[in-house]
């Protein structure tokens, strides 16, 4: 649970270095589009950001933030098999985990995605347009964060409870200690 807890942090590290260039990332989204001559629909999928930075990002600052985000979201990715290895857990952090697969999915439908508060990231997008553009990829991160948290400190209280039940059971099924035997008062030789 340790080795969990320390990789979500590194990947919320590196989340808070890649949410300082969020405005670089629009950017770089917005030159890929334009080089794929796919300015109509939106960014929808981890694909999508994929297939612009393979194919249509030819700028090496906008290249890195993209790939900065891919690689973030195959982090996540690696997290939740080991999260699903070290805790199979009740259904609560079971629906966590299968909520974070399906928006960590390659191509899933991102459109719909919006961060609520305390995130404002796609409040910080200043048209419409771009929060309709790209407000889904941009609110995956926080979402997928946050589900994550949520997982690790359900976990955490769930354990706890179990190691109580089990110390409890422990205490419960110990012999009574045993008394000293009797001795007549007076002097003891020891």
Not at 35 to 60: F, G, M, T
Not at 67 to 74: K, P, R
Not at 101 to 123: C, E, G, M, Q, W
Not at 131 to 159: A, C, F, N, Q
């Amino acid at each position: 649970m340790n080795e969990v807890v320390e990789t979500l942090r590194k990947i919320e590290d590196k989340y808070k270095l890649f949410q300082q260039q969020q405005f670089t990332f629009i950017r770089a989204l917005e030159r890929s589009r334009e080089e794929a001559h796919d300015l109509i629909r939106p960014v929808s999928s981890i694909v999508q950001v994929q297939c612009y930075k393979d194919h249509h990002c030819y700028n090496s600052t906008d290249r890195r933030v993209l790939s900065m985000f891919v690689s973030i979201c195959s982090e996540l990715r690696c997290l939740c098999r080991r999260m699903e290895a070290v805790h199979a857990g009740d259904s609560v952090t079971k629906g966590l985990l299968e909520k974070c697969k399906v928006l960590l999915n390659d191509s899933n439908d991102l459109t719909a995605l919006r961060a609520t508060y305390p995130h404002r990231v796609v409040n910080l997008l200043s048209l419409e347009e771009a929060r309709h553009r790209y407000g889904g990829v941009v609110s995956l991160l926080p979402i997928v964060l946050d589900s994550m948290r949520e997982w690790v400190t359900h976990s955490k209280r769930k354990l706890l409870c179990v190691e109580k039940d089990f110390q409890k059971f422990l205490a419960a099924n110990q012999p009574p200690p045993k008394k000293a035997p009797w001795r007549p008062p007076g002097k003891h030789p020891y």
